[in-house]
């Protein structure tokens, strides 16, 4: 029983170390350090430390894990299709994400999403009063309101919008562990963390995504109630529905028109520059392309125009392709049938959640922004147990 007990605990200890270090590094790699030590120099340091956390998360995957023959192979054939995707669109994150989801077989869910809160809890306070006292970059923004300027912030992250999706993953972790059983006093602090984010990155679509997580909190009970009804089937539909929306609005997107700009512009442009990527990529790719995109927060070289793709559902589209797309339909289909049969709807909430800000946001697959993917092939018999 020891040996058993001793086998699983040490191929769960390494990859929650490994774990912690790639989730630190791409933390790192997001904040203003960059403008400190040189992009490409900093760039090159955190890939080190991926390609050795990596490493180290596959040595468990394919010397440690107590599987098949067979599922070792099938798992090295998918990340060779992955590795290939990732190669082609010059972005390898949804590749190393993919490591981590099936490298975390065997490992307590619950133990992974602390990891991931109380790393991303430590790197953001280091972020915001590294900024604070001046001892990294806080790169500010305007932005005009009826004709009255107003500054943002990014308190040490490359953007301000950057430093409030941070924000609210922290708030959907903490939410998550609690399992969406939160009295009043949480609820009033978590409002004061949205609100205090807002006014120092005028995040406005943030914002929003945090209102409805309160929501989602303030009245679980219903939620989940609403959500056990549909079944798997129906709420797999609400959220295809919703992905294949926001594609088909950046792609019917026409300036001209009264209404579309005015959407645009509460979009921040995001349907203008979705639609640009659309329109260069009228047949979407079978294994991905690169797209040249000029972002880093507005601090572009002389001569360099803006245009980034900041919904994760038009990358995926555009970017990573079809064979790409058939496989993050199946992970997401896989995760909803599991927290169905399971009965675990605070994951199907975050889900939901998660959706919802890929079509505002780009870091889908950004392990220190999204961590509920991790949560498909993890160990959920901790759960089970807390239920029985």
């Known amino acids: 029983m020891i040996k058993k007990l001793r086998a699983k605990h040490v191929p769960e200890t390494a990859y929650l170390i490994m774990f912690m270090i790639f989730s630190a590094a791409a933390f790192i790699e997001g904040t203003t350090l960059t403008h400190v030590f040189g992009v490409d120099r900093l760039m090159a340091l955190t890939y080190r430390i991926y390609q050795l956390s990596v490493l180290g998360v596959l040595g468990k995957i394919f010397f440690l894990d107590d599987s098949t023959k067979k599922t070792k192979t099938g798992i090295f054939l998918t990340l060779a299709v992955l590795y290939f995707i990732c190669h082609r669109a010059q972005a390898m994150a949804p590749f190393f994400m993919a490591i981590f989801i099936f490298g975390a077989v065997g490992v307590d869910w619950k133990k992974i999403l602390k990891c991931f809160f109380f790393t991303g809890l430590l790197f953001t306070c280091l972020s915001l009063f590294g900024a604070l006292f001046r001892i990294i970059p806080n790169m500010a923004q305007s932005r005009?309101?009826?004709?009255?300027?107003?500054?943002?912030?990014?308190?040490?992250?490359?953007?301000?919008?950057?430093?409030?999706?941070?924000?609210?993953s922290l708030m959907m972790a903490a939410?998550?562990?609690?399992?969406?059983?939160?009295?009043?006093?949480?609820?009033?602090?978590?409002?004061l963390i949205a609100f205090l984010t807002f006014a120092l990155t005028d995040a406005r679509l943030d914002l929003i995504l945090m209102i409805l997580l309160l929501l989602c909190t303030a009245f679980y009970d219903k939620i989940k109630a609403f959500i056990t009804a549909s079944g798997p089937g129906f709420f797999g539909i609400i959220?295809?529905?919703?992905?294949?929306?926001?594609?088909?609005?950046?792609?019917?997107?026409?300036?001209?028109?009264r209404f579309w700009e005015t959407l645009d512009r509460f979009l921040s442009s995001r349907l203008f520059y979705g639609n640009v990527a659309m329109k260069q990529c009228q047949v979407p790719p079978l294994f991905g392309r690169f797209i040249p995109q000029n972002g880093n927060g507005l601090m572009l070289k002389p001569g360099e125009r803006y245009f980034f793709i900041d919904s994760s559902i038009v990358r995926m589209w555009t970017m990573f392709g079809i064979v790409f797309t058939i496989l993050m339909i199946m992970l997401t289909a896989f995760l909803i049938i599991r927290g169905f049969s399971t009965k675990y709807v605070p994951l199907l909430v975050i889900l939901a959640l998660i959706v919802i800000e890929s079509a505002i946001d780009h870091h889908l697959w950004d392990i220190s922004y999204n961590v509920l993917f991790v949560a498909a092939f993890a160990d959920w018999s901790s759960l089970t147990r807390r239920q029985r």
């Open 144 to 168: 005009t309101y009826f004709g009255i300027p107003f500054r943002r912030f990014s308190m040490g992250i490359a953007t301000p919008t950057d430093f409030a999706a941070h924000v609210f």
């Open 239 to 257: 959220i295809g529905g919703y992905a294949l929306f926001d594609l088909w609005i950046t792609h019917v997107y026409y300036m001209p028109s």
């Open 175 to 191: 939410v998550l562990l609690r399992d969406f059983k939160c009295d009043r006093k949480c609820l009033i602090l978590l409002s």
